[in-house]
Structures are given as structure tokens and as C-alpha cells.
């Protein structure tokens, strides 16, 4: 069976789809869920007030920003130090 040519009314009506246009973009950055904030307390380290951030994991964190330390408070008694000492952040 031979194929038969499309006439120019049908490619009108029902145009064959395009082939989009490979684009060669950069990958846009990844963007990280924000992390939620639970307060402020005190660098161990250098004693800047810090963000606390609240890991995936529910770990408090601390990750700061004057001496580059990263604590994670993993025990709970490390926990409830920090929570004796942290500055709870306001929520709206
Ligand atoms: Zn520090």
C-alpha cells in the first residue's frame, strides 16, 4: 500500500508535531527545602548567637556562619541543654 502524501489541507488541519527544540540550558540549582528554624542560641565555639535548624531527622542543628562549627544534637541531653539555652524563634 502506498503511502499517500498529505495535501496541504491536511498538514493544516493536523499538523505533524514539532520536535521541540533541544535546549541547551544549564541545569537550574537545586534548591533545598528550608529547614525550619527553632531558634537562636549560642556558638559553643565562638559564642555568636546563631540559627538553630531543625534537621530532616527532627535533629536540632546548628551550623554557624562566624567559626564555620556544625553541631548536631543528637542526645537527648544535649537536646535539652540546648533547649534551656536557645532562644525559641517566633512563628507566625
Ligand atoms: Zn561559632
Redesign the pocket.
Same mark, same amino acid.
Given at each position: 500500500m502506498a503511502k499517500k502524501k498529505r495535501s496541504w489541507l491536511e498538514q493544516f488541519l493536523d499538523p505533524e508535531p514539532e520536535k521541540p527544540p533541544i535546549e541547551d540550558k544549564p541545569n537550574p540549582p537545586v534548591l533545598q527545602p528550608a529547614l525550619r528554624q527553632l531558634g537562636t542560641t549560642d *556558638?559553643p565555639? $565562638?559564642?555568636?548567637a546563631?540559627a538553630v535548624f531543625l534537621t530532616k531527622t527532627n535533629r536540632p542543628f546548628i551550623n *554557624?556562619g562566624? $567559626?564555620?562549627?556544625r553541631i548536631f544534637y543528637n542526645g537527648k541531653t544535649s537536646m535539652q541543654l540546648l533547649r534551656k539555652r536557645m532562644e525559641p524563634v517566633e512563628e507566625d
Open positions: *556558638c565555639i $565562638c559564642k555568636h546563631v *554557624c562566624f $567559626c564555620c562549627a
